[in-house]
Every structure is written in structure tokens, then in C-alpha cells.
């Protein structure tokens, strides 16, 4: 594998990034080299693969209006079969400008104003955003730790799904924010409950490729062409290869008619291209990238590691839950017996970590932090030193 730079910490003050601009917001005395461990996006050397491709694709090509092309679509779908075993038809993509337009759209194309859309929660706070904002309701299925482990409580879960109301079921695999890969199992009872209460299942796979070892991801739409066809997966390489700014995500849509209602919800927002460093960012992340992704997936591991058995020498109250996919590490911090203020100021005034608070993903949350860490391994340690010496005082 060639020699990628992980160690490098880029300091983004100064360049407009929303994690950095919070972290300052939150503390204005925060001294230079603190990096916040907030929003999901990284603070590393981007793949050089993906820069120089980059680079010479905006000298040679106009940057004007441009349609997927071949080696786009093909890189795509290649990327499917080769890292997921997914064989997807080049007709079954639509692209939007993230997957979180995504969400919206398919909020808007699949239910009513007053109907219900279920969700798992804690949920990624976009999704909450996606149905109340479009002036439906919020349905909670909240997750159940069990032994350490969260779990989805398919009980609830079936009598939420046969409320005549409940039309959508919003879906994070793997899960953001606790971090867990649903089993085959799971997911194949999850499906059961969606055909039998003839639900859409809208099933957010953008950490699909972010899974740690001793776990496997399976896509929602390979357990059966039954659950497939009442699916629309939600994938990007924003999270994978940290091109979130370039605004692209493929929507895999295997049946037409949940396709155009779809795709017709999406151009009645004018939303229905991508920008050309758009597409040759994708393109070339799916066709240049493997080999610094795997380098990525060591990298978090490691700084998984290192967490579980820092906080469980030097804060055992903190409970830190196995990290089986995504770069996201959830964490418990109920057992300090603080207050979210309390905690909100130890953590940003004392300690200088800057994490993303429990209750941002509901109040399910309250009492967690989720903390990425997708940083250089020296960054995460000395934030770890910092919360450490700070809970001691």
C-alpha cells in the first residue's frame, strides 16, 4: 500500500469549515493546534489520488453544465459489486447534492403533510429536520442497549409500522450515532415488518464503507428483490473519502416507480444536476481511492482502540461503546453524574475537547457525546489527556 500521510493534523481556522467556525463559536480563546472532534467530515490529508485528478480535470475541462457520464456511472456501479458484492444497474442511480436532500425529497415523494415517518433513535439530526420541516411527524422507535449493545426493538417497531399513518421508515445502517452494523438478521426482520405494513424504507448507507474489522455491512436492497423494490439505498463518498463540499451522492433505486416519484420530487426542487468536479470527484475516489481507504480503516480502529482502553484506565466511569462501523465513537457519560451544562463547560472551557452532544440526536442522547475520530492518532490522544485531567480536578 503506498505510504498515505494519517499523522498530519489540517488545521482548517481560517478556511470556512463549519466544524472549525463552531468549535470558536462554542470557545473564542481556544489556543491554535486544538482540533475539534464534531462534525463528521476529517481533518487529514485528502487521498493524493483525488487532488491530482482533481487538479488536472478543472486545467483540461470546462466547468460547465455536465451530465454522468460512462466512466462516472461505471465507476459507481464497479465500486458497488467490488466493495459490497451489490450488483447495481446503471438505471437504478439518481444523484442529488448530498444525502441529505436526499432525505428531504424522499420525505416529500412518499408520505403526506400530518403523516407519520418512523425513526430510530438517537437519530442523525437531519432526519428529524426532513420530517418536521416538511410538516409531518416523528415517529420514535428509540434503540435498546442491551448488555452494552444497542439494539432495535422490533416490537415497538411493528406496532408503530401498523399504524395506518405511518407511511416511511427513515433507516442509518450503519447506525449514526452509536456506531453499530446491523446482522443480516436484523436487517432481514426489519424487512419482514416493512413489506408486511407495506411501508418505504429510505435506508441511509452513506458509512456503508466505514466498517471496522470483525463486521460486515450488508446493503439494505441485496437481502430480496421484495424489500429492494420498496427501498431506496442513500449512498456518497463524502463520508468515505471526506468530499462532502463537492456535493455528490448516488440514490440506488431499483423500482421505477418509487424511481419517478422520486426523481419527479427532486426536479420540482431544481435540484436535478451535479457540478462537474461533482462527478469527477466520485469517479475518481471509486477508481483511485481503495488503497487510501484501507489506510483510513486502520487508522480508525486504532484510535478506536486507544479510546476504549484510555477512558477505561483514566475515566472508568465513561462507558465506550464497541465501534463496529462509521468513524463516529458514541460514548457514555451518565456515570459522572454532571448536568449537560456542567458537562458542556468542562468539556469546551476546561478540557478544550469539542464534541457533538448526545442530545443533538434527540433526547435519546442525553448524557452521550459523540467524539470522531477520523483524526491523527497524536490528536485524539492528547484530547483524551485533556478530558482525563479535566474530570480529575
Keep these: 500500500m503506498p505510504d498515505y500521510d494519517f499523522t498530519t493534523l489540517v488545521d482548517r481556522s481560517g478556511m470556512s469549515s463549519a466544524k472549525w467556525n463552531a468549535m470558536r463559536r462554542a470557545n473564542p480563546e481556544v489556543p491554535p493546534g486544538i482540533a475539534p472532534f464534531s462534525v463528521a ?55 442529488t447534492p448530498g444525502v441529505v436532500p436526499a432525505l428531504f425529497t424522499a420525505v416529500r415523494a412518499f408520505s403526506e403533510p400530518g403523516d407519520g415517518v418512523i425513526v430510530q433513535t438517537p437519530a442523525y439530526h437531519p432526519f428529524y429536520l426532513a420530517i418536521e420541516k416538511n410538516r409531518r411527524r416523528v415517529v420514535r422507535n428509540p434503540l435498546r442497549l442491551d448488555e452494552g449493545r444497542f439494539t432495535i426493538d422490533f416490537g415497538q417497531l411493528e ?109 420540482a426542487t431544481g435540484f436535478f444536476f451535479l457540478t462537474a468536479p461533482a462527478y469527477k470527484g466520485c469517479e475518481l475516489a471509486y477508481t483511485k481511492g481503495e488503497a487510501w481507504l484501507d489506510g483510513l480503516l486502520g487508522l480508525i480502529d486504532r484510535n478506536h482502540r486507544l479510546t476504549r482502553r484510555f477512558m477505561a484506565d483514566h475515566l472508568p466511569q465513561v462507558t465506550v461503546f464497541d465501534l463496529e462501523g462509521t468513524y463516529l465513537q458514541w460514548m457514555d457519560f451518565r456515570g459522572l453524574g454532571l448536568g449537560a451544562p456542567e458537562l458542556r463547560a468542562i468539556h469546551q472551557r476546561e478540557a478544550l475537547v469539542f464534541f457533538e452532544e448526545g442530545t443533538t440526536f434527540g433526547e435519546e442522547g442525553a448524557g452521550f457525546e459523540r467524539m470522531n475520530i477520523a483524526a491523527p492518532t497524536a490528536a485524539v490522544e492528547a484530547a483524551l489527556e485533556r478530558l482525563a485531567r479535566a474530570h480529575r480536578r
Design 41 to 95: 467530515d476529517l481533518d487529514l490529508p485528502h487521498p493524493p489520488e483525488i487532488i491530482d485528478g482533481l487538479k488536472a480535470f478543472i486545467e483540461e475541462t470546462p466547468l460547465g453544465y455536465t451530465a454522468p457520464s460512462a466512466a462516472f456511472t461505471n465507476a459507481v456501479t464497479g465500486w458497488m459489486q467490488r466493495r459490497h458484492g451489490w450488483t447495481v444497474d446503471a438505471d437504478w442511480l439518481v444523484q
Design 159 to 267: 406496532r408503530l409500522a401498523a399504524e395506518p399513518a405511518n407511511k416511511l421508515l427513515l433507516f442509518c445502517s450503519p447506525h449514526n450515532p452509536t456506531g453499530r452494523v446491523w446482522t443480516p438478521d436484523e436487517l432481514r426482520r426489519l424487512a419482514e415488518i416493512v413489506i408486511a405494513h407495506d411501508l418505504v424504507l429510505v435506508s441511509d448507507e452513506i458509512h456503508f464503507d466505514l466498517v471496522l474489522p470483525g463486521h460486515r455491512h450488508t446493503v439494505m436492497s441485496t437481502l430480496g428483490a421484495e424489500i429492494a423494490a420498496r427501498t431506496l439505498v442513500c449512498t456518497a463518498p463524502s463520508k468515505t473519502f471526506n468530499l462532502a463540499g463537492l456535493g455528490a451522492s448516488n440514490i440506488v433505486i431499483s423500482d421505477p416507480e418509487l424511481r419517478r416519484r422520486f426523481t419527479a420530487e427532486r426536479d
